[in-house]
């Protein structure tokens, strides 16, 4: 039997076409945010990382119906920078519910700047050669 999850996302993964580069498919998507977390810039990097902030809260994407293959070819994109982790997401509707997210690993920390990640930007600035990267 194919176990399916929510996925909970903020940063690149928001975006469909490079949802689609690294699963070879897109899932059902609807809005989400998830309270406790702060979603910054890494050093370095176009993308961003996700770490517990009990003040915060990041505002995404929550995709239903991802399968264990799909999840193991996230994992692998995400890398060890990145460790999945449940969480309780809320719906637009105001509901709670779990979902999956991935989070920067504690050995990662230093990655980190305490600068906001917009997305804005990232299609601006990134967007075009990222997924031609990828």
Not at 31 to 36: V, Y
Request: aromatic fraction near 12%; include cysteine.
């Amino acid at each position: 039997m194919q176990l399916s999850v929510n996925l909970f996302v903020y940063g690149t993964l928001l975006f469909p076409q490079i949802l689609e580069k690294i699963c070879g498919r897109t899932f059902a998507a609807a809005g989400a945010t998830l309270p406790g977390y702060a979603c910054v810039r890494l050093k370095d990097r176009p993308y961003p990382g996700l770490f517990a902030a009990p003040d915060s809260s990041t505002s995404g994407l929550v995709y239903t119906g991802v399968d264990t293959a799909s999840l193991r070819l996230l994992d692998l994109y995400e890398g060890p920078a990145y460790r999945r982790l449940t969480v309780t997401v809320t719906g637009d509707d105001g509901r709670g519910f779990a979902a999956e997210t991935y989070a920067i690993a504690a050995d990662h920390g230093h990655l980190l700047t305490g600068l906001p990640w917009s997305r804005e930007q990232f299609v601006r600035l990134h967007l075009h050669d990222y997924l031609r990267s990828l």
